[in-house]
């Protein structure tokens, strides 16, 4: 069997010295590297490394290697291309079409898949003209690993993290061996997410916790896996949001009854509907038009939300498959799993989602616990980890489910 060859194209950030381990990474896979790096790299790692790492001599400048034609041999022997790290100014070359050196020039010859591991500064990523490079090369096929959230160069913080070289590796492999990476492709999936706000007045509102990255980790996963995504993003901050795919087509909601009318309308052609949205058991009867004023006590009449869920579950369309979440917490009755169990035979989902909640889990930027089960409470499934690691174990789940049914 062919050996695979990834292009592994170093380009000049400080998190060059990181793609090291994604090197060691892909050879102890058995995977045929060439480094590629850009002449700003070699800054901050030097040609030398990239070749003992690599085991194959390493060329910088369009010219090298003009006998062997080395600028249009590079790109066409290639399996896949890795950019790591991809900073804003190569994507924005590559976007453009520039060829300006060797890597820019042989990611133009290449017509095997691009995966691109972005790193800079959060501001570079949030500026209006990254955000259009990034669409423009999603647009084109390029698909991304990351970036992720948390401490950037100096005291910085935010996103704009390469991923780690682990999760990099993996991807790559993933993407060569074509395991559970196109299993969605063609397929319309609706995904709410965040948390829904009642009105109390024109100022104040009734909220919960959530903060929607489970909602953006399963979009993304969803996209890497083939399928085309609309999210529905109830009140989502932007620093999560900036975390999306930007294939991803976004539909932004505000209660519980715009999330349901949202849903609603969604689910006439979507193929899967997840509803990993915290949505409001309960709105105010009584809200008022104008601001509350301060004057005693204030009774508000709550009144019961539509089950969003269990309509969608009931009126699905043949071969459509409805996915829904329970936050549970424990209590004197039973336990968060329990709870998570008599829910799923009640709403009448495919799946459910069962994970624990509170002020220091679930919620937020923190790694999670999920449990999948089906209609009847009976688990399919179980992971740990990141919001990441748990949106691709419940698309494995919806994969098999679809197998199955």
């Given at each position: 069997?062919?050996?695979?060859?990834?292009?592994?194209?170093?380009?000049?950030?400080?998190?060059?010295?990181?793609?090291?381990?994604?090197?060691?990474?892909?050879?102890?896979?058995?995977?045929?590297?060439?480094?590629?790096?850009?002449?700003?790299?070699?800054?901050?790692?030097?040609?030398?490394?990239?070749?003992?790492?690599?085991?194959?001599?390493?060329?910088?400048?369009?010219?090298?290697?003009?006998?062997?034609?080395?600028?249009?041999?590079?790109?066409?022997?290639?399996?896949?291309?890795?950019?790591?790290?991809?900073?804003?100014?190569?994507?924005?070359?590559?976007?453009?079409?520039?060829?300006?050196?060797?890597?820019?020039?042989?990611?133009?010859?290449?017509?095997?898949?691009?995966?691109?591991?972005?790193?800079?500064?959060?501001?570079?990523?949030?500026?209006?003209?990254?955000?259009?490079?990034?669409?423009?090369?999603?647009?084109?096929?390029?698909?991304?690993?990351?970036?992720?959230?948390?401490?950037?160069?100096?005291?910085?913080?935010?996103?704009?993290?390469?991923?780690?070289?682990?999760?990099?590796?993996?991807?790559?492999?993933?993407?060569?061996?074509?395991?559970?990476?196109?299993?969605?492709?063609?397929?319309?999936?609706?995904?709410?997410?965040?948390?829904?706000?009642?009105?109390?007045?024109?100022?104040?509102?009734?909220?919960?916790?959530?903060?929607?990255?489970?909602?953006?980790?399963?979009?993304?996963?969803?996209?890497?896996?083939?399928?085309?995504?609309?999210?529905?993003?109830?009140?989502?901050?932007?620093?999560v949001m900036a975390e999306l795919d930007p294939a991803v087509q976004i539909t932004p909601v505000g209660s519980a009854l715009d999330l349901q009318t949202a849903m609603i309308e969604q689910a006439e052609h979507a193929d899967v509907l997840i509803m990993s949205a915290a949505v409001s058991d309960f709105r105010v009867d009584n809200a008022s038009d104008t601001k509350m004023k301060r004057d005693g006590d204030l009774t508000l009449r709550l009144i019961e939300n539509p089950d969003i869920l269990a309509g969608l579950a009931r009126e699905k369309r043949p071969g459509q498959i409805v996915v829904g979440f329970a936050a549970e917490t424990g209590d004197g009755d039973a336990d968060y799993l329990e709870h998570g169990r008599r829910k799923a035979r009640r709403k009448g989902a495919d799946l459910l989602v069962i994970n624990k909640v509170g002020e220091t889990a679930g919620f937020g930027a923190v790694d999670t616990a999920v449990t999948i089960v089906d209609r009847d409470g009976a688990t399919v499934a179980e992971a740990a980890g990141t919001k990441a690691d748990a949106a691709t174990a419940i698309f494995d789940s919806i994969a098999t489910y679809r197998k199955t049914t």
């Amino acid at each position: 069997m062919k050996t695979k060859r990834v292009l592994v194209g170093v380009t000049g950030g400080i998190a060059a010295y990181k793609v090291a381990g994604v090197v060691r990474g892909l050879r102890k896979a058995g995977i045929d590297v060439v480094v590629v790096p850009t002449p700003n790299s070699l800054d901050f790692v030097g040609a030398t490394t990239w070749e003992a790492l690599s085991g194959n001599p390493v060329h910088v400048h369009t010219a090298e290697g003009a006998d062997e034609v080395v600028h249009v041999r590079t790109g066409q022997e290639a399996d896949l291309v890795l950019i790591a790290p991809a900073t804003a100014n190569t994507m924005a070359k590559i976007a453009s079409g520039v060829a300006d050196n060797l890597l820019t020039a042989s990611v133009l010859v290449a017509t095997c898949p691009v995966l691109m591991a972005p790193a800079m500064h959060t501001e570079m990523w949030n500026n209006r003209a990254t955000q259009a490079n990034v669409a423009t090369l999603a647009a084109r096929g390029v698909e991304f690993i990351g970036p992720e959230s948390g401490r950037l160069t100096g005291q910085d913080s935010g996103i704009g993290r390469m991923s780690e070289p682990e999760t990099i590796v993996q991807a790559v492999l993933d993407r060569l061996d074509g395991e559970d990476v196109q299993d969605l492709a063609g397929l319309k999936v609706a995904i709410s997410a965040g948390g829904t706000r009642e009105p109390i007045d024109p100022v104040r509102f009734i909220a919960n916790r959530s903060t929607g990255r489970m909602g953006v980790a399963l979009a993304n996963e969803a996209v890497r896996r083939g399928a085309n995504v609309v999210l529905i993003a109830a009140n989502i901050d932007a620093s999560v949001m900036a975390e999306l795919d930007p294939a991803v087509q976004i539909t932004p909601v505000g209660s519980a009854l715009d999330l349901q009318t949202a849903m609603i309308e969604q689910a006439e052609h979507a193929d899967v509907l997840i509803m990993s949205a915290a949505v409001s058991d309960f709105r105010v009867d009584n809200a008022s038009d104008t601001k509350m004023k301060r004057d005693g006590d204030l009774t508000l009449r709550l009144i019961e939300n539509p089950d969003i869920l269990a309509g969608l579950a009931r009126e699905k369309r043949p071969g459509q498959i409805v996915v829904g979440f329970a936050a549970e917490t424990g209590d004197g009755d039973a336990d968060y799993l329990e709870h998570g169990r008599r829910k799923a035979r009640r709403k009448g989902a495919d799946l459910l989602v069962i994970n624990k909640v509170g002020e220091t889990a679930g919620f937020g930027a923190v790694d999670t616990a999920v449990t999948i089960v089906d209609r009847d409470g009976a688990t399919v499934a179980e992971a740990a980890g990141t919001k990441a690691d748990a949106a691709t174990a419940i698309f494995d789940s919806i994969a098999t489910y679809r197998k199955t049914t």
